[in-house]
Each structure stands twice: as C-alpha cells, then as structure tokens.
C-alpha cells in the first residue's frame, strides 16, 4: 500500500482533486510567460516586487499571448508559469483548455488599456485611413465587383484617391500575438462588416465570414516580425514605404522616429484610447492560477502590489511607462479580485 500512495497522490493532483505545496518544492520563485505588449509592465512590477518583497524577482518571458495562454493552460506544478500576460482577453477555448488540464482556479486582472497603432516612419508620405480601407488593404480576400477576389491591390493609391501612390507593405506581429488578435478583430473584422455581401454573409454565417474578415494577406504585402515589437520599429526606420502594426506604448516611445496613421479620423492617443473612440483600442490582463498560491511564494503578495494604486493608478509606475490606467472604480474592482483571489467565470 505504501508504494502505491505516491502514485495516488500524484494522480490526483494531476486531476485537480488534490494540490499540495510539495509539489513545488524545487522552485521558489515566481515564473511569468505571455504578451510581449504587456512584458515591459509586468517587468517593471517584477523588478519592484524584487527590491521591495526580499523575495526573488519573478522571471518575465516574452512568448506572445497565444504562446503564454498554451503554457499557462497546461498544468499545474513548478513546470508550468503561474501568471500569463495577455494582450487580449483569455478566450473561451483557452479556458477550457486550461479546465482539461487542472487549471480550474483563475484569477483575471486587467490592468489598463492600450491600442493597437498603425505607424510610418518620420518623413514617410503622411496619410489617414478607414476601417474599411485598412480591410481593403490587408485581407486575403476583398469584395471587388459585388463577388469576393483574391486581393488584388498592390498600392494603396488603388484604394481611395488621396492615398499615397506606394506599394502597402505592413510589418506586424506573428498568429500567437495578442496584438495580431486585436488587430484582425477590432480592425479588419469591424472593417469587413461595412461591405453588404461580407454583411449579409455574417448574417447566415458568422463563421465564414469570420473566416473572410479575419483572414491576413500571404502574398507579401503583410509580413510577419516576430514578437518583439521593437524589431518592427526597425523595420520601419529602414523603410519609408512601409507601415507598422504594434501596441501604442510601442509608439509612444518611438514618437521622435515615428508617425500614426489615424483611424477614422482618430489617432491613437491616451485620451482616445481611454474614452474608446479610437476604433483600435483595447484591455489588457494578467491571469493568475490560484491553485499555486500558498505553493510559490510570494504570489498573492505579487498581485496585490501589481494591483496597488503606486503600481497600476493613474499616478502609478505603469502610467509613466505608457499604460492608459484603469477609471477609479475598474482599478478598486480589480483590487478587489487581487485581494480575496476571484476566480473567473468562462468568457462567452
């Protein structure tokens, strides 16, 4: 029997039943995956828990919403991350995921706003654009003629007079960004609704439109950057002729090198990004699994500084590093979640 309750335990554990701290044993410190938008921040928070908790830092890796959301979601045990960035709200499926594998006590916090930005270089043709002229110029498939095509525009002047007569080439984040999510839904998406047969089509079924809408261009006109949206700023500086896709607090720090290209009429600024009138704006989260406080140490105390007022209010660390802060009210609910640890319903 003896050799046997090893084993049981192990299992239950696996299966969410049972979850001791032991199972931790070999690590003591707080492990964090996802969102390249929302790492700057989060290591920011890192490093004041270091200096401020006499615990060690947290270790913050840049592996993309998707890519976090899958390593969050796998388990539980000192293998797996305790918190994920995302720049997006969890999905459902990711929750169920999550719900497979034992993680069935989640924690969400979100922790300001941000936008997503489209931006040329300083010195590049200057040029504003609408949703429906962003889907015009980056989806797979467009309407031309009252039937759907292949995209067949090569230059941006082939979409609207007045649009500059060069080639559309956009640098932007890889499928696992929460940024590419945000991206093709709140832009391309919302974009494709303003034609009647991609309207209609959303009308009998929403699954192939979404299919349509959501769907990038893979002849060369976007391309994919990679994660770091530092490396799409690059990009940009060496060419003129190009546009990119990456989180406002990426453009706010490149303002000297860099222009946005306003959507609707609007530019991605705090103001706007906050009252929602910028059509790009989005929340972002941190995830937490509430099966690993009391395991790791340090954990709840790390959300409660990440949701303190000198950390994520309006005056606070994550203000002046370029996060739109949460309205008073969001801010105290959030605090409420940190504090007696909330577990999250399913998204719809």
């Not at 239950?12 to 938008?37: D, K, W, Y």
């Not at 006499?54 to 890796?61: F, I, S, T, Y």
């Not at 989005?282 to 709840?300: D, N």
């Amino acid at each position: 029997m003896r050799c046997r309750l090893p084993l049981l335990l192990l299992v239950l554990g696996l299966i969410g039943v049972a979850f001791t701290p032991s199972a931790f044993a070999a690590r003591n410190q707080i492990r964090i995956v996802g969102s390249s938008t929302v790492y700057p921040f989060t290591t920011s928070v890192a490093e004041h828990f270091g200096a401020r908790s006499g615990l060690r830092a947290p270790v913050v890796d840049s592996t993309g919403t998707g890519g976090g959301m899958q390593a969050f979601c796998a388990g539980l045990g000192e293998a797996f991350p305790d918190l994920t960035n995302a720049s997006r709200r969890m999905k459902k499926s990711e929750f169920e995921n999550c719900r497979k594998n034992g993680v069935r006590e989640i924690v969400e916090i979100q922790i300001g706003f941000d936008g997503v930005a489209i931006a040329n270089r300083k010195g590049a043709p200057r040029f504003e654009l609408t949703l429906p002229q962003l889907f015009l110029a980056l989806g797979a498939e467009v309407p031309v003629a009252g039937r759907l095509v292949k995209n067949p525009y090569r230059r941006w002047s082939q979409i609207a007079p007045g649009l500059p007569d060069i080639p559309i080439l956009a640098f932007g984040p890889p499928p696992t960004s929460g940024t590419r999510d945000s991206f093709v839904e709140l832009g391309l998406d919302a974009g494709a609704r303003s034609f009647p047969l991609l309207a209609e089509l959303r009308k009998t079924d929403e699954k192939a439109f979404e299919a349509i809408a959501r769907r990038l261009r893979e002849d060369g006109a976007w391309t994919d950057a990679g994660e770091n949206d530092n490396a799409i700023v690059q990009r940009l500086l060496t060419n003129p002729n190009a546009v990119g896709v990456f989180g406002h607090s990426f453009l706010e720090e490149n303002l000297d090198r860099l222009q946005p290209v306003p959507i609707d009429g609007v530019k991605p600024e705090t103001d706007a990004i906050a009252n929602g009138a910028y059509p790009l704006a989005r929340s972002m989260f941190i995830y937490m699994k509430r099966q690993h406080v009391g395991a790791i140490p340090g954990l709840q105390q790390f959300l409660r500084l990440y949701t303190s007022d000198g950390i994520m209010g309006s005056k606070g660390v994550l203000a002046r590093k370029g996060l739109i802060p949460l309205l008073p009210p969001l801010l105290a609910a959030q605090q409420a979640r940190a504090r007696d640890l909330i577990p999250m319903q399913s998204p719809e």
